[in-house]
């Protein structure tokens, strides 16, 4: 399961890169909704940390496009989501004749947003710093048309289920004569952008309100489950 955000498309021979950076949780009521928008766009570092991605998405459509057809048709609009909001932008640009979505969907990834910049020293410094792999988080998903059209999402916000079997699983659901219980073990993945001058604590809170929605949507799917084992 994952909460998938648009970030790159081509149709009809546009390429379209969508840079979102820059977060605040939802506020309780619209007035504070409002007042926690005006609050994302006036802070420094998120819209520095915007900007610096929006540059980036204009490189990369730039090394596919035909000259002088990249355009930022949309800059630091907000996207309101169901725990929280986020900057987003639109990046555009009309594809070289010789080259097909591929070619632009190549120089997208990895995308900025889940990169840093300059690209090649972050994936560095990730690969060096980061004691687990990422699976599908910040990969991409997406729709390929058979006439070459290409929705991509990211993976920012996941929920991956391996499954094991186990006995002190809260739900008795028997596998074998010796009443081992299978369990679906769920890891959440929710990510913050790190630049200069983040503060851990509100980078670390970030994470904690993008999983809130993911921790709802189980609460949700085991508040369906009836386990009549032991009735």
């Known amino acids: 399961m994952n909460n998938m955000t648009c970030y790159f498309s081509f149709s009809q021979r546009t390429v379209v890169n969508r840079p979102l950076a820059g977060t605040i949780r939802r506020g309780k009521t619209k007035a504070e909704d409002k007042v926690l928008e005006q609050l994302l766009l006036s802070d420094e570092k998120q819209r520095a940390e915007h900007i610096m991605l929006v540059d980036l998405g204009r490189n990369d459509v730039g090394k596919v496009s035909k000259p002088g057809t990249v355009k930022v048709e949309k800059l630091m609009n907000i996207e309101r989501y169901s725990h929280v909001m986020h900057i987003s932008s639109t990046v555009t640009g009309e594809l070289r004749d010789e ?126 489950f009836v386990d009549f084992s032991d009735a």
């Open 99 to 224: 080259l097909t979505c591929w070619d632009a969907l190549r120089a997208a990834l990895p995308v900025g947003t889940v990169s840093g910049a300059p690209k090649v020293r972050a994936m560095e410094l990730i690969d060096e710093m980061e004691v687990t792999m990422r699976g599908p988080y910040s990969g991409g998903f997406g729709q390929i048309s058979f006439r070459g059209d290409m929705d991509i999402a990211l993976a920012l916000r996941t929920i991956v289920f391996p499954t094991a079997s186990r006995f002190d699983t809260m739900y008795s659901y028997a596998t074998d004569s010796s009443n081992a219980r299978q369990e679906w073990v769920a890891h959440l993945q929710t990510g913050a952008g790190i630049v200069a001058d983040s503060k851990p604590d509100d980078e670390q809170q970030e994470c904690q309100n993008k999983a809130a929605g993911l921790a709802r949507a189980i609460d949700l799917a085991e508040s369906t």
